[in-house]
């Protein structure tokens, strides 16, 4: 049972343009939720996060949006840059399945490639 | 730079041969993770440390043991591995256990031949 699913595997972009990147995910526990980037060989990083409470967080270029009724998030990267160009994974933490704690759930991840 | 070192970077061992998987920290979190990553899956969680206090998933198979002697410190070990377990695996950190961000290590690729 996957609860969090990015959709999209792959995204092509063009440099200075707008990276729309998209997640949903199907437990309504779910109460923070998290971006992260991994390049190759190299451990995922955190890039931006968003609590339930908010339905948008800005951080330079990263832009997340949180749609709960939807039960969808998106991440925004304005303008993309060739450096942009790696996996980004999104993440859902929340207190559900009969844990105490609020354990992170990722999706599959999306490749995103910036074309100079 | 405080961060989360895992080693070695890759590992090759032989289908059943035991094999550990380190992991050190130096943001003195209190928690610790251990996740498997196939090519284009999610990141699965296989257990976690929150300080002594082990926790397993429950779909963790037995195989896979883990072991925090410090709060520094945490390892890895497979018994017999398979050609299954071939994967990256992934460790990382965080200061307590509810919405948190986790930093990870740069990862330990496993194969099994």
């Known amino acids: 049972d996957q609860q969090v699913k990015q959709n999209s595997p792959s995204l092509s972009v063009q440099e200075g343009r707008i990276s729309i990147l998209n997640c949903d995910y199907t437990?309504?526990?779910?109460?923070?939720f998290l971006w992260y980037k991994k390049y190759p060989a190299e451990g995922p990083t955190f890039l931006i996060s968003i609590s339930s409470i908010k339905d948008k967080n800005e951080d330079g270029r990263f832009t997340v949006f949180l749609n709960k009724s939807a039960k969808h998030l998106s991440l925004h990267i304005v303008p993309s840059q060739p450096g942009d160009s790696a996996v980004y994974f999104c993440?859902?933490?929340?207190?559900?399945?009969?844990?105490?704690?609020?354990?992170?759930?990722f999706g599959q991840g999306t490749i995103l490639t910036v074309h100079p | 730079d405080a961060m989360v070192i895992q080693n070695p970077r890759y590992q090759v061992t032989q289908f059943g041969k035991p094999v550990t998987l380190s992991c050190s920290q130096t943001l003195n979190h209190n928690v610790m993770y251990w996740y498997q990553q196939k090519s284009s899956q999610a990141p699965k969680l296989l257990f976690h440390y929150y300080d002594k206090d082990f926790n397993n998933e429950a779909d963790t198979p037995d195989n896979f043991q883990s072991r925090r002697p410090n709060t520094s410190f945490c390892f890895l070990d497979i018994r017999s591995p398979g050609l299954g377990d071939a994967a990256m695996y992934l460790c990382?950190?965080?200061?307590?256990?509810?919405?948190?961000?986790?930093?990870f290590g740069s990862g330990t690729q496993l194969s099994v031949l």
């Open positions: 990382a950190t965080s200061k307590g256990r509810t919405n948190e961000k986790l930093f």
């Open positions: 993440a859902a933490s929340g207190v559900a399945g009969g844990t105490s704690y609020g354990k992170l759930t």
């Open positions: 437990n309504s526990m779910f109460d923070y």
